[in-house]
Nanobody, 122 residues
């Protein structure tokens, strides 16, 4: 499966943005899909993950209650709805695929696509 994140942009603090992770390939529905982010000079950080059927989600403490992951397997797409954005959410956001559940390390994921930049101004 090949993944491509999109939907990033510039938003003011307190605002919202929805990212998309579009997949190609027939096996998309077999994978849990995770979102990660990487700020300049920092390591790639786990944001959250959604199960293969969309029935379960798991988030990092830093985004819990503000971000929501959903998926539409008919459209081969996973979404990251980001609300109440803060300047510290500024990063390049990536999506990756895994067969593991609640995996928080980037090394547990494959098929990284190009990320999308989210900038939150104060």
């Amino acid at each position: 499966v090949q993944l491509q994140a999109s939907g990033g942009g510039l938003v003011q603090a307190g605002g919202s943005l929805r990212l998309s992770c579009a997949a190609s390939g027939r096996t998309f529905g077999n994978y849990n899909i995770g979102w990660f982010r990487q700020a300049p000079g920092k390591e790639r950080e786990f944001v959250g993950v959604i199960s293969w059927n969309g029935g379960s989600t798991y988030y990092s403490d830093s985004v819990k209650g503000r971000f929501t992951i959903s998926r539409d397997n008919a459209k081969n797409t996973v979404y990251l709805q980001m609300n109440s954005l803060k300047p510290e959410d500024t990063a390049v956001y990536y999506c990756g695929a895994t067969l593991s559940w609640r995996a928080k390390l980037p090394t547990s994921y494959d098929n990284w696509g190009q990320g999308t930049l989210v900038t939150v101004s104060s």
